[in-house]
């Protein structure tokens, strides 16, 4: 079965960097798109980034936009979320996601890995 | 984009129905037909319970049920159980593999 598992979160100060990583198993992972999406505490769901299968279309939320980077290693069944100039306002809960390959949703989701940023 | 409009709670007696609505605009929920419906308990994965609008993923019980008018879709839950008690995201495409998802609506089941 699909299975998502993100890692690397933590309690960074602002102005700093963070990556978060997200292994998948369970399927074919490099025939597949994928998303970041977070969750501020206390809020709802909030889209951050897209990879394209073969990593050749990138896209952001323009809340991120130029401070954060999504990439992946195909041959590793990794995604990537390189996040620089972090702010408190992301502060969030994120999650990788399956892109569906038959319509335009997201379908499976890790449980997530908690990012604080404060002095 | 801003985050489609949800009401914040919900509550039902179990076997009753409720419908959570969800208002975006021409730019999203308006503009395409694919809507989704998460389902999440904290702590736990979301769950894709609705998609293009009206579609369940197998495995969703058919007391789920999704629709759309214009900017507003909706999520009807009916007879409504205790482990459909949970925090519900409806999601839009707003266009090139870039979504605006809801503001959530947590359901209490009395």
């Known amino acids: 079965q699909v299975q998502l598992v993100e890692s690397g979160g933590g309690v960074i100060q602002p102005g700093g960097s963070l990556r978060l990583s997200c292994a998948a198993s369970?399927?074919?992972?490099?025939?597949?798109?994928m998303h970041w999406v977070r969750q501020a505490p206390g809020e709802g769901l909030e889209w951050v980034a897209f990879?394209?299968?073969?990593?050749?279309?990138?896209y952001y939320a323009d809340s991120v936009k130029g401070r954060f980077t999504i990439s992946r290693d195909n041959s590793k069944n990794m995604l990537y979320l390189q996040m620089n100039s972090l702010r408190a306002e992301d502060t969030a809960v994120y999650y990788c996601?399956?892109?569906?390959?038959?319509?335009?949703?997201?379908?499976?989701w890790g449980q997530g890995t908690l990012v604080t940023v404060s002095s | 984009q801003s985050a489609l409009t949800q009401p914040r709670s919900m509550s039902g007696s179990p076997g009753q129905s409720v419908t959570i609505s969800c208002t975006g605009s021409?730019?999203?929920?308006?503009?395409?037909?694919?809507v989704s419906w998460y389902q999440h308990h904290p702590g736990k994965a979301p769950k894709l319970m609705i998609y293009?609008?009206?579609k369940r993923p197998s495995g969703v019980p058919d007391r789920f049920s999704g629709s759309k008018s214009d900017n507003t879709a909706s999520l009807t839950i009916s007879g409504l159980q205790a482990e459909d008690e949970a925090d519900y995201y409806c999601?839009?495409?707003?266009?090139?593999?870039?979504?605006?998802f809801g503001s959530g609506t947590k359901v209490t089941v009395l």
């Open positions: 996601a399956t892109d569906s390959q038959v319509t335009e949703t997201l379908d499976y």
């Open positions: 369970g399927f074919t992972f490099s025939s597949y798109g």
């Open positions: 990879i394209r299968y073969n990593e050749k279309n990138k």
């Open positions: 021409s730019g999203d929920v308006g503009g395409y037909n694919y």
């Open positions: 293009d609008v009206t």
């Open positions: 999601c839009s495409s707003a266009g090139r593999f870039t979504y605006v």
